[in-house]
Structures are given as structure tokens and as C-alpha cells.
Nanobody, 115 residues
Framework: QVQLVESGGGLVQPGGSLRLSCAAS????????MRWYRQAPGKERELVAA????????NYADYVKSQFTIARDNIKNTVNLHMNNLKPEDTAVYYC????????WGQGTQVTVSS
């Protein structure tokens, strides 16, 4: 059974940091490109960051390049998103996805940036 389980979301003040984690199971994790998307209320889902199968290549949306870092561990089958200097506009549900022969999505984790 394929599972992507996100954790680490929550309420944080502007300027704060969070680390989102995604635990994968049920498929060959190391063969999949991993991505984080987000969807804010009333907005379309957007790609935030991506990391290649071996972790050697990362890509970020322009608006998070200096704030967020994506990393993966192919032994633990996890992918993390480190988010720094969070802003209210970063408030969204964040989704972990696996892209490969099939595409898999997690259930999402809520991140709220507010004072």
C-alpha cells in the first residue's frame, strides 16, 4: 500500500521556521522525484520545490528560493522541506508528492503563518 504521510505543519509567527517531513512507503522511493506543492485558500495548487531521485538536483519556485530547502534520505525514505523566514503568504496546505512511473500524493499538512 502506497503511503505518503506529511507531518510538521502548524501555526508559526512571521519570521519563524518549520520543517515539514514526508514519510514514504509502499513503493521504491529512490526511483521517484519528490516534490512539495502548496495550495492556499482560494488559490491554485503550486509547485514549491523538487528534488531528483538521488538528491543531486533541486529546484525551487522563485518566490521561495532563498527561504526553503528540500532534502531527501533514500535510506529512511523521507523527504523534508525546511522553511525559514516564513511569511503570512506562505500559509497553505503543503503536499508531498512522488513522481515516477506513477504519481502519488500525500494528504497534506496545514501551515499557518500568523501573529
Amino acid at each position: 500500500q502506497v503511503q505518503l504521510v506529511e507531518s510538521g505543519g502548524g501555526l508559526v509567527q512571521p519570521g519563524g521556521s518549520l520543517r515539514l517531513s514526508c514519510a514514504a512507503s509502499g513503493f521504491t522511493f529512490s526511483r521517484y522525484t519528490m516534490r512539495w506543492y502548496r495550495q492556499a485558500p482560494g488559490k491554485e495548487r503550486e509547485l514549491v520545490a523538487a528534488i531528483s531521485t538521488a538528491g543531486g538536483t533541486t529546484n525551487y519556485a522563485d518566490y521561495v528560493k532563498s527561504q526553503f530547502t528540500i532534502a531527501r534520505d533514500n535510506i529512511k525514505n523521507t523527504v523534508n522541506l525546511h522553511m525559514n523566514n516564513l511569511k503570512p503568504e506562505d500559509t497553505a496546505v503543503y503536499y508531498c508528492t512522488a513522481a515516477g512511473y506513477y504519481d502519488y500524493w500525500g494528504q497534506g499538512t496545514q501551515v499557518t503563518v500568523s501573529s
